[in-house]
């Protein structure tokens, strides 16, 4: 089932009314608290495919949650040569790793028509300090951060390509159940260039798993659209339980 698309009325829409809010920094919030954070939020016109969020060394200010859309940030090494750090769905956030040093390491990058709610970090911060409840979930959110980003080492270093791409495609489907879209059908968003630049794997091996995995009945692939024939399997060979963890998961 593919997302909607974003009218720009919606872009009002705050915090208590939004379907994400359970998904994202508003979580266990009260209706006061939620208004109160709501009026620190800033929201703009979508970003289109390809336009930037942010780019590497520019200062942070700010955090950013995906309203709708998908977002991709990735790194490049002193040859210029891109890593791809994780993939953000709606719900998710996106600059915590620029805190510490006060710029953004890496790059973001919409992969379609994506809207966003910016959060100034420093009104964040003052607000955190007379919200227990916020401040929770910012560390919650923090903590969440270290654990996928020690699930995506592991994953890149232990496992096989079958296990990687079949541990990657359940953690998406988990995350589209979580958004109220089929966990068993979706679009990807993201190339298959660039599912393997994440994974640590060639395009070329990424295609031959694709196509084994069709082969003994997990997936059936179709370009970007992807149904999952035999969801049970599929997370036996990723060793993931009914909810993956690890990866770049919900908020």
């Not at 009218?7 to 208004?35: I, V, W």
């Not at 990687?164 to 679009?187: Q, T």
């Amino acid at each position: 089932m593919t997302p909607p698309t974003v009218k720009l009325s919606t872009l009002k829409t705050a915090c208590k009314n939004c379907k994400l809010h359970q998904l994202c920094l508003p979580l266990g919030l009260e209706n006061n608290d939620m208004e109160e954070l709501d009026k620190i939020i800033k929201r703009a016109k979508p970003y289109q495919k390809g336009e930037y969020l942010f780019q590497h060394g520019d200062n942070f200010d700010a955090l950013y949650a995906v309203r709708s859309g998908s977002v991709k940030t990735y790194s490049q090494d002193d040859n210029g040569d891109e890593q791809i750090t994780g993939f953000y769905l709606a719900g998710e956030i996106m600059g915590l790793d620029a805190v510490h040093q006060g710029s953004h390491p890496c790059s973001a990058i919409a992969l379609e028509t994506t809207s966003i709610c910016k959060i100034p970090f420093d009104h964040l911060e003052n607000l955190s300090t007379q919200l227990p409840s916020l401040q929770h979930q910012l560390l919650r959110i923090m903590s969440k951060e270290i654990t996928e980003d020690q699930a995506l080492l592991i994953l890149l270093g232990q496992k096989s390509a079958e296990e990687r791409v079949a541990a990657y495609l359940v953690n998406m489907s988990d995350r589209m159940e979580k958004r109220g879209f089929s966990p068993l059908e979706f679009n990807l968003s993201m190339s298959r260039k660039d599912i393997g630049n994440y994974l640590g794997l060639t395009i070329e091996t990424i295609s031959r798993t694709f196509s084994h995995l069709q082969q003994i009945g997990l997936i059936n692939p179709q370009r970007k659209h992807i149904e999952i024939v035999d969801s049970v399997e599929l997370r036996r060979l990723a060793g993931l339980p009914k909810i993956a963890c690890g990866m770049r998961s919900t908020a």
